[in-house]
């Protein structure tokens, strides 16, 4: 299967469910770039790529706990 290499605004936002004018916001702010083809706005896969690389990464509350948890005994140990 041959993978697009440009995404219309809508195409990126649908598939990113992102809004329009999230789209917009991130474009000003430079976190994400496009290219202009006549009058269209797209977006390069790869740019897509990178926008997701850059992503932070969701650590569940749960999983934030357990390692506080396993920092304060550490530094129970480090202090006996």
Avoid at 12 to 19: G, M, P, V
Avoid at 22 to 27: E, H, Q
Wanted: charged share 30%; net charge positive.
């Amino acid at each position: 299967m041959i993978e697009r290499q440009l995404y219309s605004v809508s195409e990126f936002c649908r598939r990113n469910t992102i809004s329009r004018d999230t789209f917009y916001k991130l474009l000003k702010t430079g976190r994400i770039s496009a290219v202009k083809v006549g009058g269209r706005t797209l977006v390069p896969a790869e740019v897509e790529r990178a926008w997701h690389a850059s992503l932070p990464i969701y650590m569940p509350q749960s999983e934030h706990l357990i390692q506080a948890s396993i920092k304060r005994r550490l530094r129970i140990v480090d202090e006996e």
